[in-house]
């Protein structure tokens, strides 16, 4: 695991765009893995910035979403689909055929997760996954207690999980309980994975996934036997880390030739 603390989520987002432009201009085909919520904003705008100032160019790329709620479709404005178009994909030149966002309105819930699967694997699998963080450790919305080895399925909310993600909906109750996610067995396969956690509410998630004892308590600790994680994170998500020093100094005295390693 690579821990990098950046002095606010807009420095952290930088130089998490840094690391995924480097990998797009070094392979034009690369395979995204993209995720949702409040997190990833602030990196999807650098992204489109590079896009529209720098010809950071996704015509060859081909992404993946991480999960949707079961029920909401693209019309419903707290889907995750919306959001992506809304966020990134207005804004980008990815070919809207090589998007995948799970679909929350199957009506073979198992034979489509089986069949997101394997797109993945005949896209060559993942080879940047970027991830945020639920307060409880999650990623995804593989919540506490998901096999460390899953695939793509339908899962339960937490009612914590439910609760932390009601401001994208007109009220608590009209979060959905039940999703798709890619599994956590699928993001480890991903060639490098990125998670993004700014804020204080994450630092206790954040401490345990990255000091803690590798548990499906904290679905985000199974990172540390990925050989490519980097942890991108402003002070306030830092907070909770015994070995913030150790952290920095790593990072400021990366030999050049490892910076977008
Ligand atoms: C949801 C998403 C996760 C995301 C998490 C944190 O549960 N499924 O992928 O990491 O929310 O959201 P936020 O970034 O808004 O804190």
């Known amino acids: 695991m690579e821990i990098i603390i950046s002095p606010d989520s807009a420095t952290a987002s930088r130089e998490a765009a840094r690391f995924l432009a480097a990998r797009i201009r070094k392979n034009p085909g690369a395979v995204l893995g993209l995720a949702t919520g409040s997190t990833p904003v602030p990196l ?33 404005p707290a889907s995750y689909r919306r959001f992506m178009q809304e966020n990134l994909f207005s804004a ?10 799970p679909d929350g309105l199957a009506s073979d819930i198992p034979a ?19 991830l945020g ?46 999703v798709i996610t890619m599994g956590i067995g699928t993001i480890m396969e991903a060639r490098a994975v990125l998670l993004l956690a700014f804020g204080e509410n994450k630092a206790e998630a954040v401490a345990g996934a990255v000091e803690g004892p590798i548990s499906a308590n904290n679905p985000a600790s199974i990172l540390q036997m990925h050989p ?14 015994k070995r913030r020093d150790y952290y920095r100094w790593v990072r400021d005295n990366k030999p050049d030739w490892q910076r977008d390693c």
């Open 44 to 76: 999807y705008r650098e992204i489109i910035r590079r896009h529209r100032e720098e010809g950071l160019d996704f015509s060859g790329c081909t992404s993946f979403n991480l999960d949707e709620y079961v029920g909401l479709g693209a019309d419903h």
């Open 133 to 178: 963080i639920g307060s409880d450790g999650h990623v995804g919305f593989n919540e506490p207690t998901s096999s460390l080895a899953s695939r793509t399925r339908i899962k339960t909310l937490t009612t914590r999980t439910r609760s932390d993600n009601a401001h994208f909906f007109d009220s608590e109750n009209d979060v959905p309980h039940h």
């Open 112 to 130: 489509h997760c089986a069949a997101y699967e394997k797109s993945i694997l005949d896209a060559g699998g993942i080879d940047v996954q970027i």
């Open 228 to 241: 490519t994680a980097k942890i991108y994170l402003d002070e306030k998500s830092a907070s909770l880390l």
């Open 92 to 101: 980008i030149n990815l070919p809207a055929d090589r998007i995948h966002i």
